[in-house]
Nanobody
Framework: VQLQASGGGLVQAGGFLSLSCAAS????????LGWFRQAPGKEREFVAL??KYSQSVKGRFTTSRDNAKNTLYLQMNSLKPEDTAVYYC????????????????WGQGTQVTVSS
């Protein structure tokens, strides 16, 4: 299983970015895929999975997937400096919550930097 996240970059506060995660080596439609992020000096934290979102991003971020393209997306609007982190997509057969231990496979991450 391989996950390739892309779409990160530098954006001003209030701006938006769209992340993508291309998956291969799995029957995509059978897996839950989630987004996590890790800021410098902090632990990896849950961002989004299906209709579940962390409180810090709810109402600003939207995750979606295209099973035909084996791709997961994260639309991030109204970005804040505190959203600065490396963003990861992850998946696992039993993944269904924001607990990272449920995820067996992780992408390499894509850097998102939000300037104030």
């Amino acid at each position: 299983v391989q996950l390739q996240a892309s779409g990160g970059g530098l954006v001003q506060a209030g701006g938006f970015l769209s992340l993508s995660c291309a998956a291969s080596g799995l029957t995509f439609s059978r897996y839950h895929l989630g987004w996590f992020r890790q800021a410098p000096g902090k632990e990896r934290e849950f961002v989004a999975l299906s209709s579940k979102y962390s409180q810090s991003v709810k109402g600003r971020f939207t995750t979606s997937r295209d099973n035909a393209k084996n791709t997961l997306y994260l639309q991030m609007n109204s970005l804040k400096p505190e959203d600065t982190a490396v963003y990861y997509c992850a998946t696992g057969l039993v993944a269904g919550t924001g607990d990272p231990h449920e995820y067996d496979y992780w992408g390499q991450g894509t850097q998102v930097t939000v300037s104030s």
